[in-house]
């Protein structure tokens, strides 16, 4: 499990992204707190260009979030 909690810039969360992806097992996730302040677009263009990660929102369990589309689970 990582949570990226820190800079939530589109750039700084897609360095992240392509940082720490390699150290998630398969049935891990990586979680992105704050998503609506600007990680969202890193998050999308990050799982279209890797299919070894999904959005998985069956974890956004609330009415409301500060983690939309931020729960990415490894599947392969």
Do not use: C, W
Request: proline share 3%; glycine share 6%.
């Amino acid at each position: 499990l990582i949570i990226l909690d820190s800079l939530h810039t589109k750039d700084h969360v897609a360095d992240e992204l392509a940082n720490y992806a390699d150290l998630v097992p398969v049935g891990g996730y990586i979680i992105i707190q704050d998503t609506p302040v600007g990680a969202i677009e890193a998050i999308h263009e990050f799982v279209a260009a890797n299919d070894a990660f999904e959005i998985d929102k069956s974890r956004e369990r609330l009415l409301y979030t500060f983690n939309l589309d931020g729960f990415l689970k490894r599947v392969k």
